[in-house]
């Protein structure tokens, strides 16, 4: 059983081997021991670094390609990826007609510098296959999921084959694989075997692709209603290894919850980030203005703590979609989570109020505000107690947050 929902206003919150403190030394423990002069120089270069990535990770778009014949459920993949059930408000239309007329962008709803495109039907008599090509744009896109719910057909390696040709990746996936395991256990009954159905269909995609003369093609078996089983997680890998590293961190974000590895990669992202957030944080401790310091922090708070609550599927919408297809109650599912942070608005008022219930905190803050105005020596210490400040708040809500997102996954999942 998880500890109860913490009462801010009681002082609670949860006690554990991470609470306030770093998991490992941040960049500048030591500078408030340093020289003035060098410990200012040594948080201006943190701040150079840290505006250099931050305008880069604002500024990272990813552009994903849905495609396939007509009816091979591209629309509701593109629903799943995005967090959202099919008939959601603002969710790709689905059913058994080609829907999409020309290549329609769905934005994430939480990161809209990823978008995905659902691309119309190949070979349908709207889009012939000599004319797809050039109607949707190959070049656009970063990488392409060619989806099939039979075998992958001739339109389907024509175009894979143009994009290899212009040295972009592909991976085709092979939907629908729940109906496909429903329809053979009804019709085999007691001789019905999961695990050799789904190596049958998948060999059966390969051979016809190595036919057409792919060399060792793979094939990613995925359902579209329980991507947490089957190849998912396998296709989620294979994007992190060969999609360069910003690209791959855009993605990562916004990858529903289907399993606890994805949880622990996201938490690791998001400490990476920490010491950006952290810099510019010690960069408006530089200003001697009453109130601007903490009034800095508390919005860069509110941006990182925001992004770990969207990131690891904790907000409002995101949990009520998660009850909605799991038929586990919203209630249930909101009964495990410890933190005030999760399902919840991240107002100024509430993000005081977390900085005020860790133990330390409120001195580090009074010893910065104080420390500014001393002559010479001030504005340097300011600016790394600043920085410490801020590297230790998100360090400890992180690991709460991703604790939460845990037990919300077991709790919807049955995971153990």
Wanted: charged fraction near 20%; glycine fraction near 6%; proline fraction near 6%.
């Amino acid at each position: 059983m998880p500890p109860p929902r913490c009462h801010l206003q009681t002082g609670y919150w949860p006690q554990s081997e991470t609470t306030f403190k770093p998991d490992e030394p941040t960049a500048v423990e030591g500078l408030i021991s340093l020289d003035p002069g060098e410990c200012f120089k040594k948080i201006f270069v943190l701040i150079m670094e840290a505006i250099t990535e931050l305008i880069l990770q604002n500024n990272t778009k990813l552009n994903i390609a849905i495609t396939g014949v007509s009816g091979a459920g591209k629309s509701t993949f593109v629903n799943a990826i995005r967090g959202i059930n099919d008939g959601d408000e603002g969710a790709a239309p689905t059913g058994c007609n080609e829907n999409s007329k020309d290549a329609i962008a769905y934005f994430h709803p939480n990161y809209p510098n990823v978008i995905l495109w659902d691309l119309p039907g190949i070979g349908t008599t709207k889009f012939p296959a000599d004319n797809y090509l050039n109607h949707v744009g190959l070049h656009k896109y970063d990488f392409f999921i060619i989806i099939s719910a039979t075998r992958f057909r001739e339109n389907d390696i024509r175009l894979a084959q143009e994009i290899k040709k212009m040295k972009k990746k592909f991976y085709f996936v092979r939907s629908k694989i729940d109906s496909d395991l429903y329809n053979e256990e009804k019709s085999r009954k007691s001789n019905f075997n999961k695990e050799k159905t789904l190596t049958d269909i998948k060999e059966n995609c390969i051979k016809g692709l190595q036919d057409a003369g792919f060399e060792s093609p793979q094939v990613f078996l995925v359902s579209s209603f329980k991507l947490h089983e089957y190849d998912f997680p396998l296709l989620q890998e294979t994007f992190e290894t060969e999609l360069p590293e910003h690209k791959r961190n855009a993605l990562l974000m916004t990858t529903p919850i289907t399993s606890l590895e994805i949880i622990a990669k996201k938490k690791k992202a998001f400490k990476s980030k920490i010491k950006y957030y952290a810099a510019a944080s010690a960069a408006g401790a530089a200003v001697p203005v009453p109130g601007l310091s903490i009034a800095v922090d508390v919005s860069i708070l509110i941006a990182a703590i925001t992004q770990y609550v969207h990131g690891f599927g904790l907000d409002v919408p995101t949990m009520k979609r998660v009850a909605e297809r799991t038929g586990v109650s919203y209630d249930d599912l909101l009964a495990v989570i410890v933190s005030p942070l999760a399902a919840a608005e991240v107002t100024s008022a509430l993000v005081l109020r977390v900085m005020a219930s860790l133990a330390g905190t409120a001195a580090l803050m009074a010893a910065k505000e104080g420390s500014r105005f001393i002559p010479f020596i001030g504005i340097p210490i300011a600016m790394g107690l600043s920085y410490i400040t801020t590297s230790r708040v998100p360090s400890h809500i992180l690991n709460v947050l991703a604790e939460d997102s845990e037990r919300v996954f077991r709790k919807a999942f049955g995971s153990v």
